[in-house]
């Protein structure tokens, strides 16, 4: 009797302090080799009575649990070998019928189509900085099916970042950004490619970095990384969307001085005293702002990879969202300009 009474106890126990069911059955087997000691040859033969049945009953249930248990594992390992039918891997520059399903409302579009999805596909961008800004823009590079996506950031996670950097958790606090900003993107998108470089862009490493993307993404908070990232890409010929904010007000350009138009030290030629362009963090910046000009960043990428529209080269795009209201300004290339200057004459005179 003691011997049923236990199992009751054990299966009761599970299911009010929800055990998991590894646990449960731990608890199970182990009351069971309990009860087999308890009839065994040398024990006393009142400890079998107190306990009830007999040592063959209870060998039999053990067995019988087994043979269920194998029959469980059998029916799973079948149903395995049935059920997860692996999509054949598409050819390179081709879509399984899961990604043509992913992409269908780009597809339909005019601007985009078949051939704008695989030039997406085709495309590497690098992100630089996974903060307010680069969240929402790499989030939506991600859903967009950029085909290989780099994000740079030397830092981690943070409290204070939530309240905009949307890429991160709060179970994420304390993850270095580039890793919290992967994990976000492959639960997004599983058929794109995303490389994390947890580190600061400096002088030494960055033109190496560039050169293996087409296309830079510059949403760093500092004007250090701003003018490096500007010198590296129009040496390179690699166009810079730049965007930056504070407070209720930000501004986004395409820089792209090798096909026309300014490089970002043309337009912003004096870098601000210090105090001047307080940062967020000094400063302030509304929730949804970089969420705003964020994932223009990623939309005016996806115009200038498929080629759709007209780019934000040689304009540039202030939005005041305390007053709801965009203009956009027309921005030229400075012939003095030390970073483009000499880039741009070299041009004319070919
Ligand atoms: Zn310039």
Same mark, same amino acid.
């Given at each position: 009797?003691?011997?049923?009474?236990?199992?009751?106890?054990?299966?009761?126990?599970?299911?009010?302090?929800?055990?998991?069911?590894?646990?449960?059955?731990?608890?199970?087997?182990?009351?069971?080799?309990?009860?087999?000691?308890?009839?065994?040859?040398?024990?006393?033969?009142?400890?079998?009575?107190?306990?009830?049945?007999?040592?063959?009953?209870?060998?039999?249930? $053990?067995?019988?649990?087994?043979?269920?248990?194998?029959?469980?594992? *059998?029916?799973?390992?079948?149903?395995?070998?049935? #059920?997860?039918?692996?999509?054949?891997?598409?050819?390179?520059?081709?879509?399984?019928?899961?990604?043509?399903?992913?992409?269908?409302?780009?597809?339909?579009?005019?601007?985009?189509? *078949?051939?704008?999805?695989?030039? &997406?596909?085709?495309?590497?961008?690098?992100?630089?900085?996974?903060?307010? &800004?680069?969240?929402?823009?790499?989030?939506?590079?991600?859903?967009?099916?950029? *085909?290989?996506?780099?994000?740079?950031?030397?830092?981690?996670?943070? $409290?204070?970042?939530?309240?905009?950097?949307?890429?991160?958790?709060?179970?994420?606090?304390?993850?270095?950004?580039?890793?919290?900003?992967?994990?976000?993107?492959?639960?997004?998108?599983?058929?794109?490619?995303?490389?994390?470089?947890?580190?600061?862009?400096?002088?030494?490493?960055?033109?190496? &970095? #560039?050169?293996?993307? @087409?296309?830079?993404?510059?949403?760093?908070?500092?004007?250090?990384?701003?003018?490096?990232?500007?010198?590296?890409?129009?040496?390179?010929?690699?166009?810079?969307?730049?965007?930056?904010?504070?407070?209720?007000?930000?501004?986004?350009?395409?820089? @792209?001085?090798?096909?026309?138009?300014?490089?970002?030290?043309?337009?912003?030629?004096?870098?601000?005293?210090?105090? &001047?362009?307080?940062?967020?963090?000094?400063?302030?910046?509304?929730?949804?702002?970089?969420?705003?000009?964020?994932?223009?960043?990623?939309?005016?990428?996806?115009?200038?990879?498929?080629?759709?529209?007209?780019?934000?080269?040689?304009?540039?795009?202030?939005?005041?969202?305390?007053?709801?209201?965009?203009?956009?300004?027309?921005?030229?290339?400075?012939?003095?300009?030390?970073?483009? $200057?000499?880039?741009?004459?070299?041009?004319?005179?070919?």
């Amino acid at each position: 009797m003691i011997g049923l009474l236990g199992f009751a106890a054990i299966f009761g126990a599970g299911r009010w302090f929800a055990w998991s069911s590894r646990w449960l059955w731990l608890a199970a087997w182990g009351w069971l080799a309990v009860l087999l000691v308890a009839h065994a040859p040398y024990m006393p033969p009142a400890l079998g009575q107190f306990v009830g049945g007999e040592f063959r009953g209870w060998l039999l249930l $053990g067995v019988l649990a087994l043979v269920a248990l194998g029959y469980r594992a *059998g029916l799973r390992r079948l149903r395995g070998q049935v #059920v997860p039918k692996a999509e054949a891997v598409p050819k390179p520059g081709t879509f399984s019928p899961t990604e043509l399903d992913r992409y269908a409302r780009h597809i339909m579009l005019r601007e985009i189509g *078949g051939p704008g999805q695989k030039r &997406l596909k085709a495309a590497r961008v690098l992100v630089v900085g996974a903060g307010g &800004l680069g969240s929402p823009a790499l989030l939506y590079l991600a859903a967009s099916g950029v *085909g290989v996506i780099g994000v740079i950031d030397d830092d981690a996670v943070e $409290g204070s970042n939530l309240q905009r950097q949307i890429i991160h958790t709060d179970a994420r606090i304390g993850m270095p950004k580039v890793f919290s900003a992967q994990m976000a993107i492959q639960a997004l998108n599983p058929f794109i490619e995303v490389r994390p470089y947890q580190r600061r862009l400096d002088q030494a490493t960055a033109a190496a &970095l #560039v050169a293996d993307y @087409d296309l830079v993404l510059d949403g760093t908070d500092n004007f250090d990384t701003r003018y490096l990232l500007n010198r590296v890409c129009v040496a390179a010929g690699k166009p810079l969307i730049s965007a930056a904010i504070t407070q209720w007000e930000g501004q986004i350009s395409l820089y @792209d001085p090798a096909r026309g138009g300014p490089c970002y030290e043309c337009v912003f030629p004096v870098r601000p005293a210090p105090g &001047l362009a307080p940062s967020c963090a000094e400063a302030g910046v509304v929730s949804p702002l970089p969420g705003v000009l964020g994932a223009m960043m990623a939309l005016e990428a996806v115009k200038h990879i498929t080629d759709a529209g007209t780019g934000l080269r040689g304009r540039l795009m202030i939005h005041d969202a305390l007053y709801a209201q965009a203009r956009v300004i027309a921005v030229q290339h400075r012939a003095d300009c030390p970073v483009c $200057g000499g880039l741009q004459r070299a041009a004319a005179t070919r």
